[in-house]
């Protein structure tokens, strides 16, 4: 059982930038896809973000094309997500997610960390 804790989130204003955190338990952390999803209020979860096992292949969702990084660190069993220029709409509970195969779909990941709120004031 693999468990994941975000941490980073926070209020901000439009236009800064936000570095979100997860710390995995698994100690072959090197073996899991992470990805990142988000829920906005009375919206689908929605994929944000996703990196293969050793950070040589990243997969991005249009929305945060160009604004968002995601990046990994096998030592220290965690995957982290920089977010720039962030929108009103960027709002959201951001969520951590792995599985031991690529995806971008919320079925393809098993595991499931708690979330952490994200805040955008205009």
């Known amino acids: 059982q693999v468990q994941l804790v975000e941490s980073g989130g926070g209020l901000v204003q439009a236009g800064a930038s936000l570095r979100l955190s997860c710390a995995a338990s698994e100690g072959i952390f090197s073996r899991f896809v992470m990805g990142w999803f988000r829920q906005a209020p009375g919206k689908e979860r929605e994929f944000v973000a996703a990196i293969t096992w050793t950070g040589a292949r990243t997969y991005y969702a249009d929305s945060v094309k160009g604004r968002g990084t995601i990046s990994r660190d096998n030592a220290k069993n965690t995957v982290y997500l920089q977010m720039n220029s962030l929108k009103v709409e960027d709002t959201a509970v951001y969520y951590c997610?792995?599985?031991?195969?690529?995806?971008?779909?919320?079925?393809?990941?098993?595991?499931w960390g708690q979330g952490t709120q994200v805040t955008v004031s205009s």
């Open positions: 997610a792995a599985d031991r195969f690529p995806g971008t779909t919320q079925g393809e990941f098993h595991y």
